[in-house]
């Protein structure tokens, strides 16, 4: 259980599939616009209940309850080679061929 | 509330949350009296330059790039390449150039006695927002498209949703659509809270300074005025604002090129070409269309009015610029994020056409980070099957490709049809009726072009 008061995340479908606005592409049109919003749990909930939720500017919001103490994960990504390859051709062409030798 | 009663109370809901009556601009046919809305809505350049200087903005220092000089030079004709300088905007307080444009409409936020704002932006302009709506205890909330509908966010606009959050801002985050427009409009009903739009006289006029601080960084620093200044263009403030402070400091012909990342291929609004995308700003899904309808933005009539600027149109490749971005760091030691540099993959190549005793100043950097940084984007892109490999980026196919260029001298423009550009911006504007001569003339001053090209696009069009 997941207590009142706690800094959590919802998710809610504001626009289901046939509510979509006109004139978008077919892919978009065939899933819902969904919102996430986070705020402080109004009551005691579980995940996945339906909940409602105090945001940072103590507007209220509904929907589905995704996580308790919600952080974010980004991160610099998987390593990539190329970038090495870049720095080594430009650096060669400037400053010459043995600069790390 | 259904889609459509919200968006059929747009204009009311607008005039509410700008403090603007942009009828009062309006006359004729189709016309609409620009000068007098920036003049009337907007403060002038001393103003900004206070509000600005007090609130960590504006200043930022003009950097010579040396060594990218050097690599220009190398692929250029003897006698040819032009010095490149980097304004490094990424150094205002929120770490990019749109700090100048929440300053202003903040700051006239607090003055109208609002007690909070919105913007609707995926970009760096919330975090701008959300900084300046800091240090006047504004509340702040930032609507953004973040989300395909797997739920995979794209992380450049995920670590803005964190900078946001750092800096006191209420974040809603949505799935792929326009229809973020309509749950924009809904807070704005509901909070009452001021619209800062990228696209008000505020948000551009605060852009004036680095117009005009690049003319005075340049004249300072090496005694002449700048040939070229080279400005990434998305929804066309930063040029528009660049270009009108540039006018406001001399009247020296200097050459303003645009210049976007191009995405042709990828639909803005389709949810799986969304995270197939590295660029989330700064691209052509952005640059060509408000181009061409600047009031397709989120105020009836947009401050961001490019055509009436611009010199030259480029588009570089995804490649190109994460070349550049990588270039950035290893030569000049500057670590910054790559939408901010597709100018200076455009300036690279642009630069090699002057000769040396020329200038072209790419006029901004941002910020750079987890998610944002091109390693980050480079690594999702390869999650998400983009064929990344060194080649020749005119093979790039947007969403399917990212080439690297296997030599520096394969990074090359590609100039875009002003003329075709111009024409489209006509025909987006015509209404049924009769023009007169009042709309003829604002239809030339939209295209800086004369009457008679407007009545000749008029009959093009027509014969179509």
């Keep these: 259980m997941i207590p009142k008061h706690t800094w959590v995340q919802i998710r809610k479908v504001v626009l289901d599939a046939s509510h979509r606005a006109p004139n978008i592409p077919e892919d978009t049109k065939q899933v819902p616009l969904v919102m996430w919003v986070k705020g402080y749990l109004e009551h005691d909930a579980k995940i996945g209940d339906e909940v409602t939720i105090r945001t940072l500017t103590n507007r209220f919001e509904t929907g589905t309850l995704m996580c308790a103490n919600p952080v974010f994960t980004h991160n610099y990504g998987d390593f990539v080679i190329e970038n090495l390859k870049i720095a080594s051709m430009v650096k060669t062409i400037v400053f010459g061929g043995d600069l790390h030798e | ?464």
């Excluded at chain 2, 809270?193 to 551009?204: K, M, R, V």
């Excluded at chain 2, 990434?232 to 406001?248: C, D, E, H, M």
């Design chain 2, 1 to 464: 509330m259904s889609y459509q009663a919200v968006m059929s109370r747009r204009n009311e809901i607008m005039k509410a949350s700008v403090g603007i009556d942009y009828n009062t601009y309006e006359y004729g046919l189709l016309a609409f009296d620009y000068e007098k809305m920036m003049k009337e809505a907007g403060y002038s350049l001393e103003e900004i330059k206070q509000i600005q200087s007090a609130n960590g903005v504006g200043n930022t220092p003009l950097k010579v790039c040396k060594n990218i000089t050097t690599l220009v030079r190398s692929v250029s004709k003897p006698g040819f390449g032009a010095r490149i300088f980097i304004k490094d905007e990424a150094l205002n307080d929120s770490g990019s150039f749109k700090a100048r444009r929440a300053s202003i409409a903040c700051y006239h936020a607090k003055t109208l006695g609002f007690k909070g704002v919105i913007a609707a932006t995926s970009g760096n302009y919330g975090a701008a927002v959300a900084s300046q709506a800091a240090k006047y205890g504004l509340k702040c909330i930032i609507v953004q498209e973040c989300y395909d509908s797997r739920g995979i966010g794209q992380p450049e606009i995920i670590e803005k949703a964190r900078a946001c959050e750092a800096y006191g801002a209420e974040v809603i985050q949505l799935s792929v659509g326009p229809e973020l427009f309509y749950v924009f409009l809904k807070l704005l009903e509901e909070t009452k809270y001021f619209n800062a739009s990228l696209y008000t006289p505020f948000g551009i006029s605060g852009v004036e300074t680095l117009g005009s601080e690049l003319i005075e960084d340049c004249l300072s620093l090496t005694g002449s005025f700048p040939d070229m200044v080279v400005v990434t263009n998305a929804g066309g403030g930063n040029l528009t604002g660049t270009a009108r402070g540039i006018a406001k400091v001399t009247s020296k012909p200097i050459t303003i090129v645009g210049a976007s990342v191009n995405l042709k291929g990828l639909h803005m609004a389709s949810d799986t070409d969304f995270n197939k995308k590295s660029f989330t700003t700064g691209h052509t899904g952005f640059g060509i269309p408000f181009m061409t309808y600047p009031d397709r933005s989120d105020v009836p009539r947009s401050a961001a009015r490019p055509l009436r600027y611009i010199d030259k149109y480029v588009t570089v490749t995804q490649g190109e610029v994460f070349f550049m971005t990588e270039t950035l760091v290893a030569l000049e030691g500057i670590e910054r994020g790559p939408a901010g540099n597709v100018s200076l993959a455009a300036a690279f190549h642009l630069a090699q056409s002057l000769e040396q005793d020329k200038i072209v100043i790419v006029q901004e950097t941002e910020y750079t980070g987890a998610g944002k940084h091109h390693q980050a984007q480079l690594s999702f892109a390869k999650a998400n099957g983009i064929d990344v490999y060194f080649g020749n980026p005119k093979d790039e196919v947007p969403g399917k490709s990212i080439v690297l260029p296997s030599h520096p001298s394969l990074i090359q423009t590609e100039e875009l049809d002003l003329n075709y550009l111009k024409q489209s911006c006509i025909k987006h504007q015509l209404k049924p009726g009769t023009l007169s001569m009042d709309d003829l003339a604002y239809l030339a001053s939209e295209v800086r072009e004369d009457v008679a090209y407007v009545e000749h696009t008029i009959e093009i069009l027509k014969a179509k």
